[in-house]
């Protein structure tokens, strides 16, 4: 079966025509058969043919054991049959595909639109809507429980707090949720379509804002596949400094995240000084490049600022210190019974669930799924240096808020080595050439909340014909509405913030 | 019990000094820029072809400016020109009354005229405000919340982010107005009761910034909510929780009228 596929690795540029075009019922059985295998689909996309009718539709599955990824392509108009019938974690990527290029993917157990966004072709509505271009999210079949004593509960888009808009529509029986559906899509900003054409100018501010809590996870994806297609390696030093940028934007989320949850359980002490301690990783980016949240710092080639030894030095310390107050902080809400009672066995997924559902980051190793791009498709300075995976099997709140306190551990202790003990030498290559024409890339990294996906595929003049984003949350959403099943309706906020995922990186 | 009251000695005070002291910085953190046509070579646009935004105007001329609403501090115009006809101090002062005030050349700073007495004297002690993300990356909101944590306490000023729009007094808008937000971007400013003012954090929300353009965003509040005025724009990709609270202030007539000068 896997003879079928094209084997690749994580940032390894090749010519776009070299992935095998396969008919539909072969492109099903091949994807389907690598899943089976222990496969997991990083990407499912569409791109439109130069030439001839019909959406070339590209699946990247990531064999995470040999750290390799297979891929192959169907063209397809019209309908085609669903991998997600068989396969729940193909089903966003399907709902994708019916939006943007009217294609039906049949026997798609929950075939509604995903981002509201306007399609990509003139064709038939895939949802049979008279104007899908004027439909804005909410516009939408709900799903709905019907009973006695049933009812309905519908929050957002605009929420209590500073949050990202987004939809949720709860059906409860008392306090309990038998289900919730999630709605998305108010976030919709165009950022594929804006980065086609490019790269530019503009690319790379693109990348950083296409979830700007993980600006530095998205821009080093970015780069990599840039830096890939021109042939430009970045230098030793600058893939050092780029390891710490994303280890310290890990930490400042991770310690975030912790502040959140012990506030949503009202355990005040770590919700107050785990968000104040945040705030020293935010500021320990800033030293760096002058933006809190890594902005500016990547370039394609490398980075744009450079540590001296001493600077180098005295962030090493400042990001030790943070860490060992952070921890003690973050210590106090898991050595609390009661705080830790409201976590424990609160939204669980269990390992099949998040199996099924293809959860990446955080959220899948607290569910017992041993994956993390850094170590099964490691790239820049992760190829030498190995940050130990960490996993949880409980699948609950409490085991990703575990994960978040032990990724810290490990990446605060990677940072501040990394710091220690800079390559020598530039920190930019010299200016690089054009992109490699007709090619394909996809450039893997992983963020604070899993696995960040860009796939570029460059036209005959070595421009992006076609840039697909996969965030993380793409991912895991679904997750989150899942563990709310026969969850508490007063648990959702807890349980959203154990995942904190992104509307943005979502919505595009 | 003990452990969480060493913790908190182990902590101190964490609240900065400002406004009654001058706020600190990274050595590398990128304020107000400031154009010198004076340095520029004849003919050369070099700092306006690599800007990601188009937030330079004029280069190269005596008219030069550079659009604060548009700017995402990146740094690419400083590093594109050697002879530093653009660069970039560490003011932290970027918010506005008027999209013209965003325009800056020279070195003088940008500050916040107060509101009118009428509108102080209402809102002056305690403002209330609904934030509304209308296509921000989560950048914008994070430095918002941050506003309210121990280190900057909006709280200690009467000012306070409130999960209903019928207990506000204004609304903070981020992120360039998506069309899937447009509505409910109308019905939240509409349900909060006048008077009501209105903030456009980040250059998103202020210009479109790096979505400006795109067939799916209204680039920022004004084309989001139209008809409506905007009463405080403050820049930044993101701004800086400080230079959210010095908008704020200033617009609250909280600060005086030129101090605390980063420089």
Same mark, same amino acid.
């Given at each position: ?508 | $019990?003990?452990?969480? !009251?060493?913790?908190? %000695?182990?902590? @101190? ?5 400002? *406004?009654? +002291? #001058?706020? &600190? ?38 008219? $030069?400016?550079?659009? !604060?609403?548009?700017? %995402?501090?990146? @740094? ?5 020109? *050697?002879? +530093? #006809?653009? &660069? ?176």
């Amino acid at each position: 079966m896997s003879g079928e596929l094209l084997e690749t690795w994580n940032g390894e540029t090749v010519e776009a025509r070299a992935v095998p075009v396969l008919p539909k019922e072969r492109f099903r059985e091949a994807v389907l058969g690598e899943l089976r295998a222990g496969g997991r689909l990083s990407a499912l996309f569409g791109r439109p043919r130069a030439s001839a009718a019909g959406v070339l539709v590209t699946a990247v599955v990531a064999r995470d054991g040999e750290g390799k990824l297979a891929l192959a392509s169907s063209v397809a108009d019209g309908a085609f049959p669903s991998l997600a019938a068989e396969a729940p974690c193909a089903q966003a990527f399907e709902r994708e595909l019916a939006e943007q290029y009217g294609l039906r993917p049949e026997g798609h157990p929950w075939l509604k639109p995903l981002r509201f966004e306007p399609p990509r072709r003139a064709v038939r509505d895939a949802f049979g809507r008279a104007d899908p271009g004027a439909t804005i999210p909410g516009e939408y079949p709900f799903y709905a429980v019907e009973g006695e004593e049933v009812h309905e509960m519908a929050v957002g888009p605009v929420h209590a707090g500073i949050i990202e808009p987004g939809h949720f529509r709860f059906q409860c029986h008392g306090e309990r949720v038998l289900h919730l559906e999630i709605v998305l899509g108010y976030q919709h900003r165009g950022v594929e379509a804006l980065l086609e054409g490019g790269p530019d100018r503009r690319s790379l501010a693109l990348a950083e804002s296409i979830a700007g809590d993980t600006a530095v996870g998205h821009a080093l994806a970015h780069v990599k596949a840039r830096e890939s297609l021109a042939g430009r390696p970045p230098p030793a030093r600058a893939t050092a400094l780029r390891g710490v940028a994303l280890e310290l934007e890990r930490l400042a989320n991770h310690v975030g995240d912790l502040a959140a949850l012990a506030s949503d359980v009202g355990f005040l002490p770590t919700a107050s000084f785990c968000g104040a301690s945040r705030a020293d990783f935010l500021n320990a980016l800033a030293e760096i490049c002058g933006n809190r949240f890594g902005r500016g710092l990547l370039a394609p080639g490398g980075v744009r600022f450079d540590l001296d030894q001493e600077a180098a030095a005295a962030l090493a310390a400042r990001v030790r210190g943070a860490w060992a107050k952070a921890k003690a902080a973050a210590g106090l809400l898991f050595d609390s019974p009661s705080a830790r009672a409201r976590l424990e066995g609160t939204g669980t997924v269990s390992r099949d669930l998040a199996l099924a559902l293809g959860l990446v980051g955080p959220a899948a190793r607290a569910s017992g799924l041993d994956l993390d791009v850094r170590r099964d498709h490691a790239f820049g300075i992760y190829r030498f240096v190995h940050v130990p995976v960490v996993l949880a099997d409980g699948g609950d709140v409490l085991a990703r808020a575990w994960i978040r306190l032990l990724e810290c551990e490990r990446s605060a202790a990677m940072a501040a080595d990394q710091l220690e003990t800079l390559p020598e030498g530039e920190v930019c290559a010299p200016a690089g050439g054009a992109l490699a024409k007709d090619a394909l890339v996809v450039s893997l990294v992983e963020g604070w909340r899993g696995e960040i996906a860009h796939v570029a595929v460059t036209d005959a003049v070595g421009r992006f014909a076609r840039y697909k984003i996969v965030d993380p949350s793409f991912h895991n959403w679904l997750g989150l509405a899942m563990a709310m099943r026969d969850g508490q309706i007063s648990d959702f906020p807890l349980c959203n913030k154990s995942f904190d995922l992104s509307y943005a990186g979502h919505d595009l | $019990m003990i452990d969480i !009251l060493k913790l908190r %000695l182990r902590h @101190g005070r964490q609240t900065v000094a400002f *406004p009654r +002291g #001058a706020p &600190r910085f990274p050595e590398r953190f990128r304020g107000r820029p400031v154009a010198d046509p004076a340095r520029c070579g004849d003919g050369c646009a070099a700092c306006a072809d690599a800007c990601p935004t188009e937030a330079i105007l004029d280069p190269g001329r005596a008219s $030069m400016s550079i659009d !604060l609403g548009r700017c %995402l501090f990146c @740094g690419d115009c400083e590093r594109s020109c *050697p002879p +530093g #006809a653009v &660069r970039f101090t560490g003011d932290h002062r970027l918010a506005a009354r008027s999209r013209e005030a965003l325009l800056v050349s020279r070195d003088e700073p940008v500050l916040v005229a107060a509101l009118e007495e009428r509108m102080r004297r209402v809102l002056g002690r305690s403002l209330k405000l609904r934030q509304v993300s209308a296509g921000g990356c989560n950048g914008c909101e994070a430095e918002l919340n941050a506003t309210g944590n121990i280190q900057f306490d909006l709280g200690r000023f009467g000012v306070q982010f409130v999960a209903s729009p019928r207990h506000a007094d204004g609304i903070v808008v981020t992120g360039p107005v998506t069309d899937n937000m447009r509505l409910a971007l109308r019905e939240t400013y509409e349900a909060v009761p006048p008077p009501r003012l209105v903030i456009a954090v980040g250059a998103c929300a202020i210009s479109g910034g790096v979505f400006r353009g795109s067939p799916v965003v209204s680039d920022g509040a004004e084309g989001g909510l139209l008809g409506v005025p905007v009463d405080l724009f403050v820049a930044g990709c993101p701004p800086h929780p400080i230079t959210v609270l010095d908008g704020l202030l200033r617009l609250l007539g909280a600060l005086p009228a030129a101090d605390l000068n980063a420089g």
